[in-house]
């Protein structure tokens, strides 16, 4: 029915938020195709009696109704809900709370509207307040999708969401390889996350590995898990922290100049405390790293040191016999040159051990290496 703007009653109309790029959208459909979906309204409660000139409650369209007007229209096409005020913006509220339909779900619809009751795209665009465009996309979707793929997404074996995101685009490459991986989603129920990833794969692979990928997508997956999530060491993660203190400390360093001119002596002393703090905690790292590194070293030597050259160790016994002879031919050497020397002999050292004595063997051996 047409509605006359002072027969309309705007008391809600602070329910509503502003939408600039939306509202000069409706205001140029308007201009162009006049009003294609009407207002809703219901009888004010006041004028339930029928009087002759009845207010109307204007429960949805305030958008319509402020873009009429200034293209200077008189009246409005509204429809009457029969109920009252309070029903009527709890129903309105209630869809719009609604979920929000899918492409695909609106695909569905406009390719009804267009087969069934003849409406063009133009005239879709109109009646939805939409592009010809975002007609045109929603309508390409469903043809794209194979019916059989669509009605899994009807029943709900498929998410829509993964219809739209990866199935269409891998129609548009081959509709074989499309409904092979419409049956991988189907079967494992994959998440969105798992999807992406197989899709991904497919997309940017030659045809040899697209048709491995859909003939075990299962094992794909499990390989994928292997490789995601790569195990970072604590080594690994120090090197990082230290990395990101060593840039802060540089930041921080940049802004001593202009810092300094800005702080006053609180600041001042609070800063050069958490410098020593840092100092210091740096010192206490660096010394534990030595220590580590000395124990290391300590541990690797011992080793070394047991299981070198069989002269250095006298508890080796397949080599006693050598050793004697070895240790008794450095002391000779050792004594004769101490009785051609007589001015430069240190104190005690003018007695020589008996050969014969394995703890004399060390310290005879390297005054024989000091010998001309």
Known sequence: ?????HHLDLRWKHLRVREPQRYRRLLASLAESGQQTPIVV?????NSDGQTNPAY??????????????LGRDTVEATVWGMSEAEALLLERTLRLSQQETALEQGWLLQEMEQ???YSIQDLARSFDRSTS????RLALVELLPEAIQQQVREGSIAAQLAMK????????????CERMAAAFATHRWNTRQAGQLYTAWREGSRLVRERILAAPELFLKTQRRTEAPVVTEAAALERDLETAAAIVQRASRRLATALLEMDGKQREQAQQQIAKARRELDRMAQRMEQEQETKEETH???RTTGGDPGDAPEQTRDCTRIEVVA????QSAALELERCPAHRPFGESRTAPPADPRSFEPVRRESRAGP
Do not use: H, N, T
């Not at 204007?58 to 402020?66: L, P, Q, S, T």
């Not at 975002?134 to 996309?137: D, G, H, M, T, Y």
């Not at 990866?166 to 390889?177: G, K, N």
């Open 57 to 70: 409650l204007v429960i949805d369209g305030y958008k319509r109704i402020a873009a009429l007007r200034q």
């Open 1 to 5: 029915m047409q509605l006359e703007f």
């Open 134 to 137: 975002w007609v045109s996309r």
């Open 116 to 118: 069934r009751y003849g």
């Open 301 to 303: 030597a011992e080793p």
């Open 166 to 177: 990866y199935l269409v685009p891998a129609a548009r490459i081959s509709v074989e390889d």
């Open 42 to 46: 219901v009888l004010a409660e006041g």
């Open 328 to 331: 008794a031919q450095c002391a």
